[in-house]
Each structure stands twice: as structure tokens, then as C-alpha cells.
């Protein structure tokens, strides 16, 4: 299959699992996680009608971003960010996806000033309580998120997941599910609107669509192995 024909099989999937869960497609925003994925690739997909992109290290992301620069990529961030590299990205992402820690917010918040701009950032929860993976447990999430509406310059607008990897995506579903039930808690108690639940990759996003899903990260099914 060709970038095209790839790109339409993975928006045919996600148009049934919204069919499937009562959901319009349009709830649905497809990001392609591009890490390792060469530039050139990346503006194959976007002549295809994909527009939307994510890139899990800074210093990757400044380059694909001067290579494709004047094309009209939105860009979002979606690795473990380092506080000393948050200077990077001001102005150049649209979103931040891994906000997991009151250190970080504080760079966030004070380069986003620097900047005079408003960050919008999810933060990202560690559903599966997994030593190994990046974000907030959930006993932790409330107080970051108490601490982060605290910030002028910071917008919070929902939570993200990487789930334990399982072969079988019907076994991702009951971390989906904890997410989206986290962020309906924290809408109530802090009477807010959180639009985003970014959650589901290649082999898990229809479970994760039918359980609340607003952005699913898609690299593998979208670009091929990652070598
Ligand atoms: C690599 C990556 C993805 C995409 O994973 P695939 O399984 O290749 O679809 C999504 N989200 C994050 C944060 C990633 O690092």
C-alpha cells in the first residue's frame, strides 16, 4: 500500500469504530507519531489529507520541523519531556501530551510567559501503574491538576495514556475506560470542560475510540515497522 492508501485504510477503521460506538467521525482526530519516520514521509501523508502530526523528542522534531517548513503541519509533542528542552518548543506545538509533574508545569508556565502565549497540555496519566512508563499516578493526578489550573499561562485540556502493551486490545479497554472515568471526576470536582482523551496506537485505537477516545496516536499502522 502506498501513504494514500494507507492513511485511507486507517480513517476507514476509525469512521467504523465511531460507527460502532455512536460516535461522528468528527470527534476523532488522527495524529501520526512520526518518531523515526523521515521527513519525506511525513509530506507523502500530508499530500494525502493528513495533517496532524506528533514527535516524542525535541531535538527530532526541530528538525523534521525546519524540513518541512512552510507546509502547514500541526504539530503536537507526545514523548517524555525534559524541562531543560520545554524553551524548544515553545510557540512550535499546538499541544503537549505528557505533562507529568509540578516542575514541569512550572517551565511550561514560565516560558509560555516568556513567549505570550497560552500552552495547551494534557496531562498524562500512568493508568497501568507501570514503574517503567512516564506520567502521574492517579492518586498524584488531582493535585497536578489543581496545581496546573493555577497557571496563567497553561491550559489543561484533558488526559493521555500509554497503556501496558497488550496483544490483545480488548485487555487495553479497562485503562481506557479508567481514563475517561478520571477525567469525568475531575470535570466534576473542578466544574470544567476537559475536551481530549488522548488514548489508542496501531493495535488498540478502536478500543480506545468506542471508550471515549479525541485523538489517537498512530504510528506503526500508518508508516510501517519502525526500524
Ligand atoms: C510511538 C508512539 C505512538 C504510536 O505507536 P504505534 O504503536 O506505532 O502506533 C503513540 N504514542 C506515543 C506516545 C508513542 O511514543
Redesign the pocket.
Known sequence: MNACERLAHVRERIERACEKANRKPEEVRL?G?T?TVPPERIREFFSCGLSLF?E?RVQELLKKQEALRGLPIEWHF??VLQTNKVKYLMGRVSLI??LDRKSLADEIQKRAKKAGIVQDVLIEVNVGGEETKAGVSEDELFSLFEYTMGLENVRVLGL?T?PPYEEDPERARPYFEKLRKLKEKLEEEFRVRLPHL?MG???D?EVAIQEGATIV???????G??S
Request: charged share 15%; glycine share 12%.
Open positions: 495524529l507519531a518518531k506528533g516524542n507526545i514523548g501530551h505528557s493521555m500509554i488522548s496506537m496501531s493495535n485505537f496516536r498512530i504510528g506503526t499502522l500508518l508508516f515497522e519502525r
